[in-house]
């Protein structure tokens, strides 16, 4: 199956500092690549995407930094707070533009 | 502007009984996707639907699992004879046509005993 992996597994950060979570994949297909956020009991929310015909894409704290020679594509969160604290998902949909195929999921925890 | 809305939000069923999730779209989306989610891993996607189509349902179990979205009403997906193993968290997302964005409803968890 089509494989998106996401690293670190789980990450704590001091409040105020940056949190920066990495995903990766292998299907050359993949032309759209968003990220989500989930709280505890929720489902996940659209967080930012970014197509790869740009480089990097910022809103507000958060920004997609994307490498198509690589193959990778990564979250920053600027000036990190408690309420950043969550699980975020990458995620990759291809052309065909069906499916999303997620990566495992990274658990951030942000200390006051 | 209601979201994607899912009920039941729980449900518990013994082992061989059968669930029934429903799943309301985003107003003006006809696309619908479904999503499972096992405890501490990603999702995983089931199957997409427009209405009264299945269009992709190469993540769908071969045996118990069906969905569909009826001309009118929500879309369904069923689990005939749960066994434990079901018991996960199923996602419903929406979107309009011709537009990447996914946007997941509130999930239904389903446990089953």
């Known amino acids: 199956q089509q494989q998106v992996k996401q690293s670190p597994q789980s990450l704590i950060v001091q409040k105020g500092g940056i949190s920066i979570i990495n995903c990766a994949y292998e299907n050359t297909a993949f032309d759209y690549f968003p990220w989500y956020q989930q709280f505890p009991g929720k489902g996940p929310a659209l967080l930012i995407a970014?197509?790869?015909?740009?480089s990097e894409k910022k809103e507000g704290r958060f920004t997609i930094s994307f490498n198509k020679s690589a193959k990778q594509f990564s979250l920053h969160i600027m000036d990190s707070q408690p309420g950043d604290s969550a699980t975020y998902f990458c995620a990759a949909l291809d052309n065909a533009g069906n499916m999303l195929t997620f990566g495992g999921g990274t658990r951030l925890m942000v200390k006051p | 502007n209601a979201g994607v809305m899912q009920n039941p939000r729980h449900l518990v069923r013994r082992r061989g009984q059968e669930a029934r999730l429903r799943c309301s779209p985003m107003?003006?989306?006809?696309?619908v996707y479904w999503y499972r989610q096992l405890p501490e891993e990603g999702l995983k996607f089931m199957v997409y639907?427009?209405?009264?189509?299945?269009?992709?349902e190469s993540g769908m179990p071969k045996e118990r699992f069906s969905a569909e979205f009826p001309k009118e009403g929500p879309s369904i997906l069923r689990i005939q004879q749960v066994v434990r193993g079901d018991s996960a968290a199923y996602f419903c997302?929406?979107?309009?046509?011709?537009?990447?964005?996914?946007?997941f409803g509130p999930g239904t968890r389903l446990t089953v005993t």
């Open positions: 970014i197509r790869p015909d740009v």
């Open positions: 997302a929406s979107s309009l046509v011709g537009q990447h964005e996914q946007y």
């Open positions: 639907l427009q209405k009264e189509n299945i269009i992709d």
């Open positions: 107003k003006g989306h006809s696309h």
